[in-house]
């Protein structure tokens, strides 16, 4: 069992999108509870306010340290069951990024307080009373942390022994041994032309096996290159990736030749064509 507690303005947006599919269920099996809990709740200020101009000018508003620092520890109180300072993230884009290894350390805690920050970000002070660890979801600005949080809790949920169907699912598939996934095909045998690989219809299982993972390391090096390097590889994939290497190279050698033939080719009719309106020049002069 898994608990997330998540300190937003927006609890709505977390409850609507956790009640449904893998992670609704997760939910109702009691693997995984997500708790969102509203920061406003705990503003001292009269009008509800939770944000402020920033000191020094500037764009955009605050969120004040006192809402976001009382609501944590009220959170620290809900959850205080195990850790005494559970760990606690927050989302923004000056984090560390969010990876399948991060995912996996995660899943093995038994609680995360997710914050998530709006306007123009959280005061400084809050977050150094909190001690959060910065966690980032890719090299883009979104207008909130909810969406960023979403995305941990599915990739992570999905690791929790139970949460998919069958629990190799979690394993194999893309970035398991540092390799992006195989493709996948489903009925019927042609659709639009296009047939499924004949291997896939063999049922010679020690066949199939190997033809997906030599795709995967295909599209791992074709796709995502910096990746390769870290691939576990068995010594026949590695000759298998070496080979592969020296092809993909080969064939890039010839497809430059070519462009220069091509240019060289576009070059000679340039200049037949420039002697040519010489010519024409000269005698029409
Ligand atoms: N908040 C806004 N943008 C974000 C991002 N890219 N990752 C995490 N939190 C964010």
């Excluded at 609890?11 to 992670?23: K, L, N, Q, R, V």
């Excluded at 060289?264 to 020049?281: H, R, S």
Aim: aromatic share 8%; net charge negative.
């Amino acid at each position: 069992m898994m608990d997330f507690y998540v300190m937003t303005l927006f609890p709505e947006m977390i409850e609507a999108w956790t009640d449904g599919s893998i992670i609704g269920r997760a939910k109702k099996n009691g693997l995984i509870s997500v708790n969102a809990v509203n920061i406003r709740d705990y503003t001292e200020n009269k009008h509800q306010r939770v944000d402020d101009y920033p000191y020094g000018g500037g764009a955009g508003m605050v969120m004040q340290a006192q809402p976001v620092f009382d609501c944590w520890k009220a959170v620290c109180g809900m959850t205080g069951k195990r850790a005494e300072r559970p760990r606690t993230i927050y989302l923004s884009p000056q984090g560390k990024q969010l990876t399948q290894e991060m995912a996996l350390s995660l899943a093995k805690e038994e609680e995360l307080i997710l914050l998530c920050g709006h306007y123009e970000g959280i005061d400084e002070r809050a977050l150094e009373l909190i001690g959060a660890e910065e966690v980032s979801i890719g090299d883009y600005v979104l207008t909130g942390g909810e969406l960023p949080a979403l995305v941990l809790i599915d990739c992570v949920a999905r690791l929790i022994p139970g949460v998919l169907g069958g629990d190799e699912s979690a394993l194999i598939e893309s970035f398991h041994d540092n390799l992006l996934e195989y493709p996948q095909y489903t009925r019927p045998e042609v659709y639009e032309g296009l047939s499924v690989p004949e291997i896939l219809l063999s049922g010679h299982h020690a066949n199939v096996e190997k033809w997906r993972r030599r795709q995967s390391i295909e599209r791992t090096l074709l796709r995502r290159p910096d990746l390769i390097g870290e691939a576990v590889l068995s010594k026949k994939e590695q000759r298998f990736l070496w080979e592969l290497k020296e092809r993909l190279s080969k064939e890039e050698d010839e497809a430059n030749e070519n462009g220069e033939c091509e240019a060289k080719a576009c070059e000679g009719l340039e200049e037949e064509k420039q002697t040519e309106a010489e010519a024409k020049f000269q005698t029409e002069g």
